[in-house]
């Protein structure tokens, strides 16, 4: 079993990267804003399937696959940082928009919603890298099963995520209205989040490989 401690340090980890900005956070405020909140929650129901993806994959020790092959490590590091860096353009190059920016997008029926919602968890790079850096970190032989552990801190990460997403697509729809009165702070976010991708970017890019 994992130490309380430990656990309780990993939930900290969880929950910054759930706070971070990024594909699952944009995807989920912008469907709440333009479809509703049902349509935002059946979308975090499929985020969470991926979570359980990334999950299943971490504790079979397909992370320590990753992290024991030098290429596969650094090629999923750097195509992570590429990605990330690319946010960060997204979110502060001319004309850009604000996640919490109201827009019009075509209602998607709810089996739509959750595939979309999985892939975009599936396919999230930060997702990945946490489960392939921070996992290792918490998962010792000496505690038990690996596979057990693992489980443990993957229904934490999700139960994390899922807690702080669900507020955020509850509440999606009066933060883009609070957004839209104040111009300066819609705009003072978007240059917060691009810098925030930005260094963690930097950071993903100058870390060292993990060994197991």
């Given at each position: 079993m994992v130490a309380v401690p430990d656990l309780l340090l990993f939930a900290g980890a969880s929950l910054?990267?759930?706070?971070?900005?990024?594909?699952?956070?944009?995807?989920?405020?912008?469907?709440?804003i333009c479809q509703g909140r049902q349509a935002g929650v059946i979308?975090?129901?499929?985020?969470?399937?991926?979570?359980?993806?990334?999950?299943?994959?971490?504790?079979?020790?397909?992370?320590?696959?990753?992290?024991a092959v030098p290429f596969a490590y650094e090629l999923l590091k750097w195509a992570g940082a590429l990605y990330l860096l690319w946010?960060?353009?997204?979110?502060?190059?001319?004309?850009?928009?604000?996640?919490?920016?109201?827009?019009?997008?075509?209602?998607?029926?709810?089996?739509?919603?959750?595939?979309?919602?999985?892939?975009?968890n599936l396919l999230n790079p930060k997702v990945a890298v946490f489960y392939l850096s921070i996992f290792p970190q918490f998962v010792s032989p000496e505690h038990g099963s690996v596979f057990g552990q693992s489980v443990t801190l993957g229904l934490t990460q999700i139960a994390v995520s899922?807690?702080?997403?669900?507020?955020?697509?509850?509440?999606?729809?009066?933060?883009?209205?609070?957004?839209?009165?104040?111009p300066l702070w819609l705009a003072a976010q978007r240059y917060l989040m691009g810098c925030v991708l930005g260094a963690l970017a930097l950071r993903l890019a100058l870390e060292p490989r993990r060994s197991v």
């Open positions: 910054l990267m759930v706070l971070t900005p990024g594909p699952n956070m944009i995807y989920l405020i912008s469907r709440s979308s975090l129901f499929g985020v969470v399937a991926g979570f359980l993806v990334h999950m299943l994959a971490a504790a079979l020790g397909l992370s320590a696959l990753f992290l946010l960060a353009w997204q979110a502060v190059k001319p004309g850009a928009r604000s996640p919490f920016e109201p827009r019009q997008l075509a209602a998607d029926p709810v089996p739509k919603l959750f595939l979309m919602g999985f892939l975009t899922f807690s702080v997403n669900l507020l955020i697509a509850l509440s999606a729809a009066g933060m883009a209205s609070w957004f839209a009165r104040k």
